[in-house]
DNA sequence: GCTATCTGCCGACAACTTGTCGGTAGATAA
DNA sequence: TTATCTACCGACAAGTTGTCGGCAGATAGC
């Protein structure tokens, strides 16, 4: 028996399915045999939505960084938070929070999943970078930041934060301590911020 | 007509040959019979070196890895040369000089390749790193350099070269310009040396 | 109400893939 | 001179992606 659905239904409901698969198994290990055998479509449907598996990736990778991105913005835009929190606030849901759960991320930094990772980095940095660029180029007129390439800037804070923050996961507590200080330490010095300051907004954050 | 050679010298044939092929088509799109049949070897002969193609490309990377690494720590390891210049030196080898070619760094970054360019990644990372912050802190006592964090440091300086220096490819020489300017403002932030010492250090380097 | 069309779906099939395995040639050892 | 061991061979199993002709049921046109 065979049960028709619009396209758009269709379509998500095999990219949810996909995207569980590439994640968990990675995706050369997941085949398009196990996405159409998890839902109960035949092959022919799934390439009647999809022109290709790589195509399938593409569409997740956009979701996926539409989401992030539209997350990061709504905080970057929030007013009422001081700027400097606005910076860490997104910073911390590119990296832990965001729809997708931690343990997926994880998953995302296994080394099956690379191109996934790869791709999604890729959409993210174009989305968010100039947000973020535009924040520390205003924490420069307000006078906590300071630096010359706010674009670049930007870009190396989140990449690094993007390779390094899951290699946080496998590290004893103290390890992990001590890298996150790490990484703020840094990050104040990139941005030309006072030492601590940055430190303080992040503390303000948990705090809440 | 069979021809039979040490097992050492066909593992080496079949590595150049599958580095090359991967680098050229990405991992997945060279297929195991594009190595054989570029080499003129049977399946079974492929096989019996190497018990799978990730195995191959395991190897590859090793190599590639070890290449590198064994380069980097020359330039570290010369005490004839000032301290600054040979960080900038070795950061160069990996990412622009190094054994492989230029074109290549550049297939390597492409989607494809995102498998092989993390574990290159990966492995160079932790070959080079310790290499590094041990620079680092030495500049740390001379007084040139500044930073409580050397390892993370230097951590951060390599995953950001290795993964903007081929964004740098693609660029129009003003913005290429600005991009490398930028880089080395924010590794001598990082680094907590004056503005301009690292920057005059390269120049020595391309003047010679 | 009766076709015609259009949308979503089906599953067999072609053309690949990777990895296995029994067997063979030729150098080396006994 | 025979046995063994190393490197090699190629047919084959099992699985993969993507294609294609055709079907079912809702919607549109008459």
Redesign the pocket.
């Known amino acids: 028996m065979?049960?028709?659905?619009?396209?758009e239904e269709?379509k998500n409901e095999i990219l949810d399915v996909a995207e569980q698969l590439f994640v968990e198994k990675g995706f050369d290990n997941?085949?398009?045999?196990?996405i159409i055998k998890e839902i109960?479509?035949?092959?022919?449907?799934?390439?009647?939505?999809f022109?290709?598996?790589?195509e399938i990736l593409d569409a997740i990778v956009e979701r996926m960084g539409r989401e992030k991105i539209a997350q990061a913005a709504t905080i970057v835009a929030d007013w009422n938070v001081p700027l400097m929190e606005r910076l860490t606030g997104s910073v911390l849901a590119l990296n832990v929070d965001s729809g997708v759960g931690v343990e997926m991320l994880a998953q995302m930094h296994k080394p099956q999943n690379a191109l996934l990772h790869q791709k999604m980095q890729e959409s993210v940095i174009a989305g968010v970078v100039p947000l973020f660029a535009k924040l520390i180029e205003e924490g420069n007129t307000v006078g906590i930041f300071n630096t010359k390439y706010p674009t670049d800037a930007a870009e190396m804070i989140v990449i690094y934060s993007n390779t390094a923050f899951d290699e946080l996961a496998g590290l004893s507590p103290e390890k992990r301590e001590k890298k996150s200080k790490a990484f703020i330490y840094h990050t104040e010095r990139l941005l030309g911020a006072d030492e601590g300051s940055l430190a303080a907004a992040i503390m303000k954050i948990f705090s809440k």
Do not use: C, F, Q
């Open positions: 065979r049960v028709v659905k619009p396209a269709r997941a085949s398009t045999n196990d109960g479509i035949a092959r022919g449907t799934l390439y009647y939505h022109k290709s598996k790589e």
